[in-house]
């Protein structure tokens, strides 16, 4: 069988077999696979161009693979100065080392550059990963973003209607601005794509540096109150719901608790000082824009007047999309462009 594909198309790759088992990345695998490392029913083989079943013996280094782990998600408060790689030329700390160290062996779902925060989701299986980072997936990025400067309509409306950077085309944004203080200003920006520094680039090139960046929903993944440093795993039920899973790929057991904290005891410093505001949406569910402030009435609010901002703890909106079930996290390859 050495370097050699079956007959069959039956079955899937040998390198995405052993990604699902939790033994490598698919690119480690095809590594593990060159190096003659990896063998299939006794037998060593020396290419990735190979299909196997269920019913083949899959081993490396002489040790038989388990079955393949359930798809699972996990929900992580990327903190500035984090950079999102296994391992960073610099020495510069990354997220996977800060991840609990109980965690499976997981890759993240695009990237959040050094001085990026919010955001960032988990996986355990490259075929989700690759699925999520798609374009194609119509997922809206959704990010609130500090810029220098006093942007107006006609100051966005480059990013609004597309622009092309350096040969680069870059999709039409949805851009709002919340409001100015002092010389920033805070905007809302939503974009269907994930290239490199994409939301940095669009705003520079109008003009505005952005100072300040932070992710708050990825699709219908929400960072909700997250705590920085913190991760949370995505219910198998909510998994299967949002990617269209069989029962079976997502089996993960149902958890709850809070989030698991990482190892970072103090979260690297943001640079800036204000915040973006307090959001108030459950995490998982779509997001939506703060209800218009209301005339009160004798003892505060006009009755069926909504109420100020965004809702308390408490009041919370709750969706199919709701919390996650919490679980921990661990170390990955790395991911592709960053914004």
């Known amino acids: 069988m050495s370097g050699k594909s079956p007959p069959s198309?039956?079955?899937?790759?040998?390198?995405?077999?052993?990604?699902r088992a939790g033994v490598a990345s698919r690119r480690e695998a095809e590594r593990l696979i060159a190096a003659g490392?990896?063998?299939v029913n006794g037998k060593r083989i020396e290419r990735a161009a190979l299909n196997v079943t269920e019913a083949d013996r899959v081993a490396v280094d002489g040790r038989e693979i388990g079955a393949p782990d359930p798809v699972r998600l996990w929900l992580y408060h990327k903190p500035a100065g984090l950079v999102t790689t296994t391992k960073d030329e610099q020495g510069r700390p990354t997220v996977f080392d800060e991840l609990p160290e109980e965690m499976p062996r997981v890759m993240s779902v695009g990237r959040l550059d050094l001085n990026s925060e919010g955001l960032l989701l988990l996986t355990n299986d490259g075929a989700v990963k690759r699925r999520l980072e798609l374009p194609a997936t119509g997922w809206t990025r959704r990010y609130r973003v500090r810029v220098k400067g006093r942007p107006t309509d006609d100051t966005l409306a480059p990013l609004r209607a597309g622009l092309t950077l350096d040969g680069e085309r870059f999709q039409p944004m949805t851009v709002r601005i919340d409001r100015q203080t002092g010389a920033n200003a805070w905007l809302t920006v939503s974009l269907r794509e994930g290239k490199k520094r994409e939301v940095r680039r669009a705003l520079e090139a109008v003009g505005l540096p952005v100072n300040r960046l932070i992710r708050v929903s990825y699709g219908p993944f929400q960072l909700g109150e997250l705590k920085p440093g913190a991760v949370e795993e995505v219910k198998p039920r909510i998994l299967r719901d949002q990617l269209g899973l069989a029962p079976e790929a997502a089996g993960a057991p149902e958890k709850s608790g809070k989030p698991a904290r990482t190892r970072r005891r103090s979260a690297p410093q943001r640079r800036g000082g204000?915040?973006?505001?307090?959001?108030?949406?459950a995490k998982g569910a779509p997001a939506k824009s703060a209800p218009a402030k209301s005339?009160?009435?004798?003892?505060g609010q006009a009755k069926g007047a909504p109420g100020k901002g965004a809702p308390t703890k408490g009041a919370q909106a709750k969706s199919a999309h709701g919390k996650g079930a919490h679980g921990k996290g661990g170390r990955g390859p790395r991911g592709p462009g960053r914004t």
């Open 295 to 299: 005339g009160p009435g004798k003892g």
């Open 9 to 19: 198309p039956d079955g899937e790759r040998i390198a995405k077999v052993l990604a």
């Open 274 to 281: 204000d915040g973006p505001g307090k959001g108030g949406q």
């Open 37 to 39: 490392r990896v063998s």
